[in-house]
């Protein structure tokens, strides 16, 4: 069916996709060539993530990367995409002041990056800026449950929705497709509750640490790939052992400089 396997996904392929119970895949990507590995691999959404800020910058958190320092990184990615819906983060500050702010800043994303959507995060507390952007023809793409943004108001990394807070969740969930969103991350939300929004919800979900009932999945592309030190979280799936690789990758290079064994004259001029 063409629908379900669009030349260039848009947002309105995720609903088809939705519509038609056809799961959808995103990663992030920060750079040029994972974008076009990605890309070429049939993942349908690349998410700019504000995760630049740990997984690029190495920042501790994605709290003080700025819409300045987001904006290489999606044109990047979008430069290197041909199939995948591009989304851009909008980064912590960069909404919250208002909906004047939040338009100002996701139309300066939008015009500078080339990217198809931007993300910001909050449920019920963000509605006014998302419905300022998709008034604005902005395809945004909401994010609640565990906000990174917020780690500090939520009192670290912490499933979200458990218990008396279940009912919010809901609500915030309800308020970001009020206001317009195409889709919504549920980020560490009790897999239970993240498949009674995904069967609520018209718009389609993505979940992050919320198990297999919502319509489309992410990961960050560096834990998909192993590419950090030591155990990843329960939620994560490694596909890859980049880091221990690059290790012995780096480790050879350095022994065969060392012994003569490379350069050979095979790589002569
Ligand atoms: O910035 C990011 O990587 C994200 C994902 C965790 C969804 O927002």
């Known amino acids: ?160 929705g458990r218990g008396d807070s279940r009912d919010q969740l809901i609500e915030d969930a309800l308020a970001v497709q009020a206001a317009g969103a195409f889709g919504v991350v549920l980020e560490l939300v009790p897999a239970e509750l993240a498949t009674e929004v995904s069967k609520l919800l018209t718009i389609p979900t993505i979940g992050i640490g919320a198990g297999a009932g919502t319509d489309g999945q992410i990961l960050v592309w560096t834990d998909f790939a192993g590419l950090h030190a030591g155990k990843p979280r329960k939620f994560v799936k490694r596909y890859l052992e980049l880091r221990s690789d690059l290790v012995k990758a780096a480790a050879a290079y350095r022994n065969e400089i060392a012994s003569g064994e490379f350069p050979t004259q095979e790589n002569e001029f």
């Open 1 to 160: 069916m063409e629908e379900l396997t669009p030349k260039v996904v848009r947002t309105t392929s995720l609903s088809e996709f939705k519509v038609n119970g056809r799961k959808f895949s995103c990663l992030t990507s920060y750079d040029a060539l994972t974008a076009g590995a990605f890309d070429e691999a049939g993942i349908e959404v690349l998410l700019v993530g504000d995760s630049a800020a740990d997984n690029v910058l190495g920042y501790s958190s994605t709290l003080p990367i700025t819409v300045d320092e987001m904006i290489p990184f999606g044109r990047a990615v979008a430069g290197a995409t041909k199939r995948a819906l591009v989304v851009v983060d909008m980064p912590f500050g960069s909404y919250e002041t208002g909906a004047e702010d939040a338009l100002a800043n996701g139309i300066r994303i939008m015009k500078t990056t080339g990217a198809g959507a931007v993300k910001l995060e909050g449920g019920e507390r963000s509605s006014s800026a998302i419905s300022a952007l998709v008034t604005a023809g902005i395809p945004v793409m909401g994010h609640i449950g565990f906000t990174p943004q917020s780690m500090h108001a939520l009192g670290g990394f912490k499933v979200q």
